[in-house]
């Protein structure tokens, strides 16, 4: 059911959250938007100026890794200048109350964690774009050390151990998704009694299985986005409005 007006979308939702046991959130690039980040899918979104390179181009070509990192340090100065915004602050409140035992998010960004959840409690599909690892043995470095080498010689670094490539800690296309990170936000579709879809177009795969998968596990289900998604018609309550003006009056004090 799609709520009429804001006010009672934040109505309906108030109720829910108040008989909800267990909630678990899905967030996706629509809740950091107000904090400055672009998404991928709205008009002037990353996607519509840079195509995306998948994992095997990474990895093959050394100029598909010199361009990631290039891409990936002009976006720095956005990516460190972020907040959290009233989607995550008012997820962290539910999540201190004890309603939230953890986060499911798409987004890669930290925000999750710097607004007060442990790193533990957000369970990250696509990873994390904050730090860098060696596709190869995993080994975890700091955006520093690749900026360094990478001003130094103008090109992506290899890892220090193993030679390998060296990429931000993200899910890539074509990327194997994160075995335990799956795993554990399919535990918790199906044991929460309220999933709350926030700021995700839905289109994503295998992301997008999991409102589905809540849903088909008993929990209701409640979509926040500006824009319709393909799971509308699945949802107990759809508030097709901003994000940070829904979520707003749950920030507390
Ligand atoms: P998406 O770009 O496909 O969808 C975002 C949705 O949020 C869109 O439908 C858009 O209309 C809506 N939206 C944007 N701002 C909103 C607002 N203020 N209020 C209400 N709705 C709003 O994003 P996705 O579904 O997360 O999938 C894209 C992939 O891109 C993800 O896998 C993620 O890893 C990655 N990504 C992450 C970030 C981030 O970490 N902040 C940013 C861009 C892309």
Request: charged fraction near 20%; hydrophobic fraction near 40%.
């Given at each position: 059911m799609i709520a009429s007006d804001l006010r009672s979308g934040v109505e309906q939702l108030g109720d829910m959250i108040a008989e909800a046991s267990v909630i678990v959130p899905f967030t996706g690039a629509g809740i950091s938007t107000e904090c400055g980040i672009p998404d991928?899918?709205?008009?002037?979104g990353l996607w519509t100026r840079n195509r995306p390179i998948p994992f095997d181009e990474f990895v093959a070509s050394a100029d598909a890794r010199n361009e990631a990192w290039r891409r990936r340090f002009a976006m720095e100065p956005i990516f460190a200048a972020a907040k959290p915004g009233r989607g995550h602050r008012a997820l962290a409140a539910l999540y201190k109350a004890g309603k939230i035992p953890a986060i499911v998010t798409?987004?890669?960004?930290n925000l999750h964690q710097v607004s007060g959840f442990a790193g533990d409690h957000v369970v990250e599909l696509?990873?994390?774009?904050?730090y860098a690892r060696c596709i190869g043995c995993g080994q975890a470095y700091d955006l520093a050390w690749v900026k360094q080498r990478f001003d130094a010689s103008g090109r992506a670094p290899d890892c220090a151990v193993c030679d390998e490539p060296v990429k931000t800690a993200t899910i890539s296309f074509g990327q194997a998704m994160p075995e335990q990170a799956m795993q554990r936000a399919t535990e918790l579709a199906q044991q929460c009694d309220l999933f709350v879809a926030i700021g995700?177009?839905?289109?994503?795969w295998p992301a997008a299985g999991f409102p589905l998968l809540a849903k088909n596990s008993g929990a209701r289900l409640v979509i926040i986005n500006n824009e319709p998604t393909e799971q509308d018609d699945l949802a107990d309550l759809v508030i097709r409005h901003d994000i940070g003006e829904t979520l707003g009056p749950f920030v507390g004090n």
């Amino acid at each position: 059911m799609i709520a009429s007006d804001l006010r009672s979308g934040v109505e309906q939702l108030g109720d829910m959250i108040a008989e909800a046991s267990v909630i678990v959130p899905f967030t996706g690039a629509g809740i950091s938007t107000e904090c400055g980040i672009p998404d991928f899918r709205s008009p002037g979104g990353l996607w519509t100026r840079n195509r995306p390179i998948p994992f095997d181009e990474f990895v093959a070509s050394a100029d598909a890794r010199n361009e990631a990192w290039r891409r990936r340090f002009a976006m720095e100065p956005i990516f460190a200048a972020a907040k959290p915004g009233r989607g995550h602050r008012a997820l962290a409140a539910l999540y201190k109350a004890g309603k939230i035992p953890a986060i499911v998010t798409q987004n890669i960004d930290n925000l999750h964690q710097v607004s007060g959840f442990a790193g533990d409690h957000v369970v990250e599909l696509h990873g994390n774009t904050t730090y860098a690892r060696c596709i190869g043995c995993g080994q975890a470095y700091d955006l520093a050390w690749v900026k360094q080498r990478f001003d130094a010689s103008g090109r992506a670094p290899d890892c220090a151990v193993c030679d390998e490539p060296v990429k931000t800690a993200t899910i890539s296309f074509g990327q194997a998704m994160p075995e335990q990170a799956m795993q554990r936000a399919t535990e918790l579709a199906q044991q929460c009694d309220l999933f709350v879809a926030i700021g995700s177009s839905l289109v994503v795969w295998p992301a997008a299985g999991f409102p589905l998968l809540a849903k088909n596990s008993g929990a209701r289900l409640v979509i926040i986005n500006n824009e319709p998604t393909e799971q509308d018609d699945l949802a107990d309550l759809v508030i097709r409005h901003d994000i940070g003006e829904t979520l707003g009056p749950f920030v507390g004090n």
